[in-house]
């Protein structure tokens, strides 16, 4: 994937997406999703963060890959996610319970401004600013986000500063 493309997408909304995986081959899973994602219609894949290494939170299981992508989009925030969920579905994600080792994990981060609660999705993502192989990828990608509710994700890094996270590729 290009790291900039060329041509802005005319009236789109700047949208992050985090993306891990710890089961398979996940930096060929995050390939592809990244390919995917610059795919859909009404989307355009602008940049892609580093490859870092994670340990799960909250769960067992392997160590994770994850990245955060950049998308300029059109589609609405529940368009969005329904395009990740399919994604993540063609990648073989199951859900067979909380926090269980995944091929594929796309989380719509922001959108925009957008500030939304409801039964599918909360934006910002809810625990964006507890997890530092998300703030650490959001701010190698744009290091003055403003993260609406929450502050300038360069604020937010102090307080994970303690978790694992290991930068093993640039792009």
Do not use: C, K
Request: proline share 9%; net charge neutral.
């Amino acid at each position: 994937m290009a790291t900039e493309p060329s041509v802005p997408v005319p009236g789109a909304t700047l949208a992050y997406v985090g993306v891990g995986a710890n089961l398979g081959d996940p930096a060929a899973t995050i390939a592809a999703a990244t390919g995917a994602l610059a795919a859909l219609g009404s989307t355009r894949a602008w940049r892609r963060s580093a490859l870092y290494r994670s340990a799960p939170l909250d769960a067992a299981g392997p160590d994770y890959l994850n990245a955060v992508i950049e998308l300029q989009t059109t589609l609405d925030p529940h368009r969005l996610l329904a395009a990740l969920h399919a994604i993540e579905s063609a990648h073989g994600r199951e859900r067979p319970y909380r926090h269980a080792p995944r091929t594929l994990d796309l989380d719509l981060l922001l959108h925009g401004d957008a500030r939304l609660v409801s039964p599918e999705l909360t934006l910002p993502h809810p625990r964006l600013h507890e997890r530092a192989f998300v703030l650490v990828p959001l701010a190698e990608l744009e290091p003055a986000l403003r993260i609406p509710g929450l502050g300038a994700v360069g604020d937010l890094l102090p307080a994970v500063a303690t978790q694992r996270l290991e930068r093993i590729r640039t792009r």
